[in-house]
């Protein structure tokens, strides 16, 4: 039987996401996200689809 699809986002896409978040502006970045939540969530996000692809591929 076939796995259900992975919920999980391509590494690369997430990638992009941290790229797009690094080249807006410190006080944007700041003001958009006070508690600095964003950017450790997606590096989580990226690792899990890394793990993910690694396993995948196996």
Partial sequence: M???PSSV???A???A??????AL???LRLAVDPGREVL???WA???A???AEIVEAA
């Fill in 2 to 4: 076939p796995l259900p």
């Fill in 9 to 11: 986002r391509p590494a």
């Fill in 13 to 15: 896409a997430v990638q």
């Fill in 17 to 22: 996401d941290i790229t797009a978040w690094l």
């Fill in 25 to 27: 502006p410190e006080v």
């Fill in 40 to 42: 450790p969530a997606l």
């Fill in 45 to 47: 996000e990226w690792l």
């Fill in 49 to 51: 689809a890394d793990r």
